[in-house]
């Protein structure tokens, strides 16, 4: 990841009672996004804004269906109401290494987005305290790596910071998506 071009830090708290709220900074520290997501939803509809105030929409995440293990995820630009790819999570391969498929408007496979490797993502998941273990996902294939994401360990706010490579091919809004979707479904399996 030598030619990072951005860098976003998601930033969720991890008690929270009715909910959960994102933030999403720059890499100046500047805040460029917010979420507020309900609590107890059946269906995810995840709205970010540019800001707290709620004004103005950035972009939207939504599930096309309820609770599957499987999901596909709807990402649309809210300022041109056009979708702008989807992410779909890869069910029974999740249990072990998460795996998400990145997809096109027309819900062609483009891109993987998977978690670094199956022994410590067996060790986050079946050995005591292995929630310590900060995540790592990377987007992209074999050869090329366009996108690093890593989770950050804090018991109490649960941290990602996102870097994007100059020659990231993807629209920006779908791999904040995709950060923000591991954020909010994947780390509930950590906290």
Same mark, same amino acid.
């Given at each position: ?35 507020? %997501? ?150 509930? %399996?950590?906290?």
């Amino acid at each position: 990841m030598s030619n990072v071009a951005t860098e976003y830090t998601i930033r969720r708290k991890v008690f929270t009672l009715m909910g959960a709220k994102f933030h999403i900074y720059n890499r100046e520290g500047a805040l460029v996004g917010f979420s507020k %997501q309900k609590a107890f939803k059946l269906k995810e509809d995840i709205r970010v804004y540019t800001d707290e105030s709620m004004n103005t929409p950035l972009l939207s995440i939504a599930a096309r269906s309820i609770i599957d293990f499987s999901a596909a995820y709807d990402v649309t630009d809210a300022k041109t109401n056009q979708k702008v790819g989807a992410l779909r999570r890869k069910g029974m391969s999740s249990i072990i290494r998460d795996e998400w498929d990145l997809l096109d408007v027309h819900d062609n496979p483009i891109s993987k987005l998977r978690e670094d490797s199956t022994q410590l993502a067996l060790v986050r998941r079946f050995v005591p305290l292995g929630n310590m273990v900060p995540q790592h996902y990377v987007l992209g294939d074999d050869t090329h790596q366009f996108v690093d994401m890593r989770t950050h360990f804090n018991p109490f706010i649960h941290r990602m910071t996102v870097s994007v490579n100059a020659d990231c091919p993807f629209h920006p809004l779908l791999v904040l998506a995709g950060a923000i979707l591991l954020v909010a479904i994947e780390g509930r %399996q950590q906290g």
